[in-house]
């Protein structure tokens, strides 16, 4: 990690949500805040003897990326990622925020916990990390967790992750307890009763296996009644890995009436189908599954129109003897911390997304969901942002993460993170 005196980056194309600029402009960033934004600005800029100036025509310059749904595995499964390989393996993929999921051992269900993961953080540096607390004590879907004391201590939100708060009593609690300290519920919708045994997406690929299906409705039918809670209390309610075409229906017809309710969709979701898992490849085997084509389509379109809002990685690592067996025994879970950027840019290639909304679903919808400032390449901002070149081709291999566990391994991707600056400092940078 480098503290920034004097860092000029001339002539990138400058992509920012916030600003709603697009253009071709220098930026300089002077002891950690950026001072001046546009056309010839590190030109007139004079630093000191040892000012940094990196010339990036070609290159893409945007706001940092904050992921609102990771799996950092600290405390209690270190062997397969700690905070500090999660927080490398976010620099390197452009990340400077990253909100880490409550299912640890033990549980992030206490104050205790959420401050021992903020200073465990703050120990090893570079990019944020926001804690997601338990909305019930030991995610066991019985007992309201301590919001308030949570959220004192660093906690963003919750979410039970990994579990359903299937209790339609208890959700209606939680969405009361969440609104009067205004965090967000973030829901993982699965009707349990539904997926008892359930291995993957039910459908003819099920049958062809021989492998017990995951029915949509499972997802839909959580989602419904979650979206009537939020309207009946008036809370906030954000969907975790949407994943099929019935929940982007019921978000569209829930933003239509102005509820105060986001979505996220994952990378593997909008570029996969469970045809991957063709083979029995373990690699694709994720909670909630890979659909169909039909629900790939309906997720992109709603990334795409904005009734899905954003673009998070679900980054759930797991070592080999996870996955390195018979794909009942197999754990759920992909990594894709370091590799979000690339896939996404396929969407771009094809015309799905235009880069103005990748860096608004990576960037600035998940900054405002978690209730944070979100990135801006503006004067006086702090420094957070990546710089990317767009045609560096390259293969998604082992890097900073502790596990390789995703079916996107060895293949061929373009788009490329070079520098990745989180609150002022270069926390990766491609040599």
Known sequence: MTQIAHLVIRGARLICPVTKRDEIADVVVERGVITRVGKGAG?????????????????????????????????????KEDIESGLRAAARGGYVAVAAMPNTSPVNDTAAITKLMVERARSVGGPKLLPIGAITKGQKGETLAEMTLMRDAGAVGFSDDGRCVVSSGLMRRAFEYAKTIDVPLIQHAEDHSLTVGAEMHEGAIATRLGLRGWPRVAEDIIVARDLLLASYTGGTYHLAHASTHGSVALLREAKSRGLRVTAEVTPHHLLLTHEAV??????????????????????????????????????????????????????????????????????????????????????????????????????????????????????????????????????????????????????????
């Open 43 to 79: 030109e007139a800029a004079r630093g000191p003897e040892d000012s940094r100036v990196v010339e990036a025509s070609g290159k893409i310059l945007g706001p940092g990326f904050v992921d609102a749904h990771a799996h950092f595995r600290e405390p209690g499964f270190e062997s």
């Open 278 to 431: 063709l083979s029995f490849n373990t690699l694709a085997k994720v909670n909630p599954p890979l659909r169909e084509q039909e629900d790939v389509d309906a997720l992109r379109a709603a990334l795409a129109d904005g009734t899905i809002d954003m673009i998070a990685t679900d980054h759930a690592p797991h070592g080999a003897p996870e996955k390195s067996c018979t794909f009942t025994q197999a754990a759920f879970g992909i990594v894709g911390l370091e590799s979000a950027f690339a896939l996404i840019r396929r969407l771009e290639k094809e015309g799905v997304l235009t880069f103005m909304r990748i860096f608004e679903s990576l960037s600035t919808a998940p900054s405002k969901l978690l209730g944070v400032i979100p990135p801006a390449l503006k004067e006086g901002a702090r420094a957070n942002f990546a710089l990317i070149d767009p045609a560096r081709v390259h293969r998604i291999e082992r890097g900073a993460s502790k596990s390789v566990n995703t079916p996107f391994f060895g293949q061929e991707v373009e788009g490329r993170v070079e520098m990745t600056v989180a609150d002022g400092a270069i926390v990766w940078e491609l040599t």
